[in-house]
C-alpha cells in the first residue's frame, strides 16, 4: 500500500496535497523559540522559585506549538486514511474490472454543479466499462480566488443515454438542509415546477423547461418514479443533454461494500427504466426544421435545451442600499465641511 500512495502522491497537484511537512516544520520552529524563551523558568522551576505568573505565561507561551503539532498529527491521520480508501478502491476496481483514478483533472461530468470557468478536480473516478461507460466520482469546481473563493462539490454518477433530452432536473427532499431549503446550487425561474402525483410529491421536486411538462411527466413516469423512491430517494437527479447524473453531497463513492450494492442496484434499476427514452423525440422540431413529424428527428429545440435560472434581484437590492448610504455619508461630510468654512 505505501508503494501505491506514493506512486498517487507524486502525482497529484500541490493545491490538493495538504503538505503535513510544512507543518511540522513551523511546529519545531515554535517550539524551539518557546523552549529558548521558557528555558529560564524551567531551571525556576527546578529550584522550586517558579512563580504563578510564570506557570500562566509557560502554559500560553506552549500552546500555539502544541496546537500546530497537533493540526499536524491530525493532517497526517488523514492523509494516512486517504491512502487506504484509494488503495481499496484501487482493489475494488481492479477485481471488477473497472478504471480507476485517485485525481483527474477534467471529467465528462457536465451537470448543474459544473461552473463555468472552474478549476476541476475530480476524485476517486471509477468508469464502468461498457459501450457507454458509465463514471462515478467526486466532483470539485473551483471559480475566483482569495476571499471570492466559490467551490461546488458532490458526488456523481453519470449515465449515457441514447439520446438527446430535454433538461429535467429531479431535486430530492430527503437530502435538504435546514429548514427544507433545497440543497441544489442553482435556483430555477418560476412556472418550470411540475408537483409530481400521490406520494412522489413528499419525496421530489420536479423542474422541466415551460411547455415541456408533457414530456418531463413521459420521461419521469410513475413507474419510473416509483424505482426512484425505492432505491434513490436521497439522490438529485438530472438529465441534460444525453446524459443523466445522480448526485449526492456524499457517499456514492464509498468503501463500505452495503453502499455499493446499493448504488449498482440504482444505478441498473434506473438505466433499465430509462431504456425507453430512446424513443423520446421533440415534435417542437420537427415544426421548426418544417420536416413532416413522422420523420421524428432527434435533437431538442432550443426552448427545451436548459432551465432558466432564477435571478437573484436582493443582491442588487443591498447593492444600491450600500451605494446609496455611501453616498449620503460622502454628501454629508461634505456639506459640514462646507459649513465650517
Given amino acids: 500500500m505505501r508503494g501505491f500512495a506514493r506512486l498517487v502522491r507524486g502525482g497529484l497537484p500541490k493545491r490538493v ?17 518557546v523552549l529558548v ?8 522551576f527546578s529550584g522550586g522559585r517558579l512563580s504563578a505568573a510564570d506557570v500562566g505565561m509557560l502554559a500560553v507561551a506552549s500552546l500555539a506549538p502544541l496546537t500546530v503539532i497537533a493540526l499536524c498529527i491530525w493532517v497526517i491521520a ?6 487506504r480508501r484509494r488503495y481499496r478502491l484501487h482493489l475494488l476496481a481492479r477485481d471488477n474490472g473497472w478504471r480507476y483514478a485517485p485525481w483527474a483533472g477534467a471529467s465528462a461530468y457536465a451537470g448543474m454543479y459544473a461552473a463555468p470557468g472552474a478549476v476541476v478536480d475530480v476524485f476517486d473516478r471509477i468508469e464502468i466499462p461498457a459501450r457507454d461507460p458509465i463514471e462515478l466520482g467526486t466532483y470539485r469546481g473551483t471559480t475566483g480566488s482569495g476571499r471570492s473563493t466559490t467551490i461546488r462539490q458532490t458526488d456523481y454518477v453519470r449515465v449515457p443515454l441514447g439520446t438527446m433530452l430535454p433538461h429535467v432536473v429531479v431535486d430530492a427532499r430527503a437530502n435538504d ?4 431549503r433545497s440543497n441544489l446550487p442553482l435556483g430555477f425561474a418560476g412556472g418550470q415546477q411540475l408537483i409530481p402525483e400521490g406520494p412522489f410529491a413528499d419525496a421530489f421536486r420536479l423542474y422541466c423547461p415551460t411547455g415541456y411538462e408533457a414530456d418531463a411527466l413521459y420521461l419521469f413516469s410513475p413507474d419510473v418514479l416509483a424505482v426512484m423512491l425505492d432505491h434513490a430517494r436521497d439522490l438529485d437527479v438530472e438529465v441534460r443533454d444525453d446524459a443523466l447524473y445522480l448526485c449526492a453531497p456524499r457517499g456514492i463513492v464509498t468503501t463500505d461494500p452495503d453502499c455499493w450494492r446499493a448504488v449498482l442496484t440504482t444505478i441498473r434499476a434506473i438505466t433499465a427504466k430509462t431504456r425507453q427514452w430512446e424513443n423520446w423525440r421533440d415534435e417542437r422540431l420537427a415544426q421548426v426544421r418544417g420536416r413532416p413529424s413522422l420523420e421524428r428527428p432527434r435533437g431538442v429545440a432550443r426552448a427545451g435545451r436548459r432551465l432558466r435560472e432564477r435571478f437573484e434581484w436582493w443582491w442588487i437590492v443591498l447593492g444600491v442600499v450600500g451605494l446609496g448610504y455611501g453616498l449620503w455619508a460622502i454628501v ?9 468654512l
Fill in 37 to 44: 524563551i521558557t528555558w529560564p523558568m524551567l531551571g525556576a
Fill in 332 to 340: 454629508s461630510e461634505l456639506a459640514e465641511w462646507v459649513g465650517s
Fill in 177 to 180: 438542509r435546514a429548514f427544507g
Fill in 17 to 33: 496535497v495538504p503538505n503535513a511537512g510544512l507543518l511540522a516544520v513551523i511546529g519545531g520552529m515554535l517550539l524551539f523559540v
Fill in 78 to 83: 488523514r492523509l494516512v486514511r486517504q491512502d
